[in-house]
């Protein structure tokens, strides 16, 4: 079972933004920490050389699995150069039937793009996607609609809007690339009705892009910004504890065992928003080691 984390987890919404430790800090204290891969952002791509990302994940001996990017033909071409396999879509606004057949036409075309290259294209989920319309949850309608593309399914934010993953996983059998493992103590459903895709978000994934283009001082706005609307959400994003605490409702186990019997391994991907203690890379230290303790 090949175990990674993303490059978010050093810096979560600042990650995004190019600010905090250099990639090569990052993929030294990934490998010291435990894990096989890493998953990247697109700043990661934007701001380093290619020869330079595949000269340090030489010398620390990583794997780049993935990345967080809504998939264009600029970084796939990137991600296929340092040997990643897929981009991810981090997710995109869509409240309905209907809007979910738009994305999933998206992601067709996407994939059929990125398949020049040797890299599959899936799509990451967070809580909303479990709203349901017209009797299934908008991330089913999605799958449904679409044959082409792949889910990354978190765990987490699924069993925090109220989706049981390892049903998820098989029904949607051989159309999950990857885990994002986030451990959660909450049941909290998707929540309201989600954004239109044909209406602003401040949550659009795709103003990230080309953010190294921006000067410090706006990226720093940005990043101030996005605090902000996170601590206005409250409780939302406290629901991270340790990996295998006594008040956790995921059952990891179950989730292996439900991906084993797909037709292909597919690979897991640790990511933190909330920390316990003090120490960040104990905590993410700490969730490599149980994984390998009680799931492999």
Request: proline share 4%.
């Amino acid at each position: 079972m090949q175990i990674g984390i993303g490059t978010y987890s050093f810096g979560g919404i600042a990650s995004y933004m190019g600010l905090g430790p250099t990639l090569l800090e990052k993929f030294q204290t990934i490998k010291a920490l435990g894990f096989d891969s890493v998953e990247l952002l697109p700043v990661d791509l934007e701001d380093n050389d290619t020869e330079d990302i595949k000269k340090w994940l030489d010398e620390t001996g990583l794997k780049v699995t993935s990345i967080h990017a809504e998939p264009s033909e600029e970084i796939v071409k990137k991600l296929a150069a340092v040997g990643g396999k897929v981009c991810i879509w981090a997710g995109t606004p869509f409240n309905s039937k209907e809007e979910a057949y738009e994305v999933a036409a998206q992601l067709d075309e996407m994939a059929d793009m990125a398949a020049k290259y040797g890299v599959k294209v899936a799509y990451h989920n967070h809580n909303q996607e479990f709203f349901f319309d017209k009797g299934e949850s908008l991330l089913e309608h999605l799958l449904d609609a679409g044959t082409k593309f792949y889910s990354q399914l978190d765990c987490g934010w699924a069993q925090y809007g109220g989706m049981y993953p390892p049903y998820f996983i098989r029904k949607y059998k051989n159309r999950i690339i990857s885990i994002h493992v986030k451990e959660n103590n909450k049941v909290m459903g998707p929540g309201p009705r989600p954004a239109s895709r044909h209406e602003p978000s401040h949550f659009d994934g795709s103003m990230f892009a080309k953010v190294k283009e921006l000067p410090l001082e706006e990226r720093q706005k940005m990043l101030d910004n996005f605090t902000k609307q996170f601590a206005d959400a409250g409780d939302r994003f406290k629901v991270q504890g340790k990996m295998g605490e006594p008040d956790s409702n995921m059952d990891w186990k179950a989730i292996k065992e439900a991906l084993d019997e797909q037709d292909f391994e597919a690979f897991w991907v640790v990511e933190r928003e909330e920390f316990y203690g003090d120490d960040h890379d104990q905590c993410i230290a700490d969730d490599c080691a149980w994984l390998r303790a009680n799931i492999e």
